[in-house]
C-alpha cells in the first residue's frame, strides 16, 4: 500500500516549480490557475525570488500546495498514474493537510489557494512580529521536548508544535521561553536546540486569532467528499468524513503536528511506500519513523518518470 504525502513550510525554495513548468502544460495550468485565485504573480515569485518575498508565510503556504499540486498533476496526466488507483491514502504536514484534501478533491485548486494565502496572513498577524519564536529540538523525544517546555514556560507559551520524528520536536511560544528552553537543553538531555527563521510562533495557542480566522473561512468554504481517507495531522487517526476534517483544520492551527505518530498510523494500517510529491523534506523523517518503509521524493520530471515506469 502506498500513501501519498505533502511537505509543509520551510520546503519552499527560489526556483521551484520552473522545471515542470517549462517541461508540462499542466503543471503551467495549476500556476496560472493559483496567480488568477490570489491575483498575484505568485508563480514568478516562486521562479525568479526574492527569496524574502518567497519566505513570507501568506506566499510560501501557496506556493509549496501549488508545486505539489503541479507535481501531482503532471504525474497523473503526463504519466497515467492516478492518485485515487495508486495511493490507498494521504497525508501533509502542517499546511500540507490542505495539499492532500486537494489532492483527494475535497477542495478545487483555487479555494485552496485562497485558504492558504488566509491562513499565511492570520498566522503572521496573530503575534505581533519580534513576540513569537520556534525552535528544533534535536535529540529529543516527545517527553524530553514536553519537560523542556514546561521547566522554561514561566508564565509564557512554550509548547510542542511538531513531533516529526523520534529524534526532532519542535517547541513554539513566546520569544524569551523559547530563548530559555534552547538554553535548558542540555539539562533535559537534548543534544541541541536551534531557533527557527521563521516569522511566527505556528501551532501553538498564541494562534487563537488565526484559528478564528480560519473558522469563519471554513465554514463558507467546507471541505468536500475525500477519494481516499486521511491521516489527521492532530489526531495522527483516519479522517473520511469532510464535517470532522473541517474542525480538524481549525483545531490544527493551534495543535500539534503529530507526524511521527501519523507515519506510525499509515505504516501499521499496511502502508510500505510512501510518496512525497513537491519535496524532500518528509522522506528523511519518514525513514526514521517507520525505517522499513520505500520512500520515493518527487521533484523532477525525471522522479516522476522513474515512478511511473516502476508504479504505471
Known sequence: MKAFVFP???????????????????????????????????????ADGPEDQLTLTENAQPAIMANAIATLRVLEREFGVKLA??????????????????????FDLATTARLLKLRGSAMQSAVPVGEGAMAALLGADIEKAKALAEAAAEGDVCEVANDNDPGQVVISGHKAA??????????????????????APFHCSLMKP??????????????????????????AAKVTDPAEEKALLVEQVTGRVR????????????????????????????RKIASEAETSSLITMEDLETFAKENG
Not at 86 to 106: I, K, M, N, R
Not at 184 to 190: A, M, N, P, S, Y
Not at 262 to 282: N, P
Request: proline share 4%; with cysteine.
Open 8 to 46: 509543509g513550510q520551510g520546503s519552499q525554495k527560489v526556483g521551484m516549480g520552473t522545471e515542470l513548468a517549462a517541461a508540462s502544460a499542466a503543471a503551467r495550468e495549476v500556476f496560472e490557475e493559483v496567480d488568477e485565485a490570489l491575483s498575484q504573480k505568485l508563480f514568478t515569485i516562486m
Open 85 to 106: 488507483d495508486t495511493a490507498s491514502c494521504v497525508a501533509g504536514h502542517s499546511l500540507g493537510e490542505y495539499t492532500a484534501l486537494c489532492a483527494v478533491g475535497a
Open 178 to 199: 523559547i530563548e530559555r528552553a534552547v538554553a535548558l537543553v542540555k539539562e533535559h538531555g537534548i543534544k541541541r536546540g536551534v531557533l527557527l527563521p521563521v516569522s
Open 210 to 235: 488565526a484559528a478564528d480566522r480560519m473558522a469563519e473561512a471554513l465554514q463558507e468554504t467546507p471541505p468536500g467528499a475525500l477519494a481516499v481517507p486521511l491521516y489527521a495531522n492532530v489526531t
Open 259 to 286: 507526524w511521527r505518530e501519523s507515519v506510525g498510523a499509515m505504516h501499521a494500517d499496511g502502508v510500505s511506500h510512501f510518496v512525497e510529491l513537491g519535496g524532500k523534506v518528509l522522506a528523511p523523517m519518514i
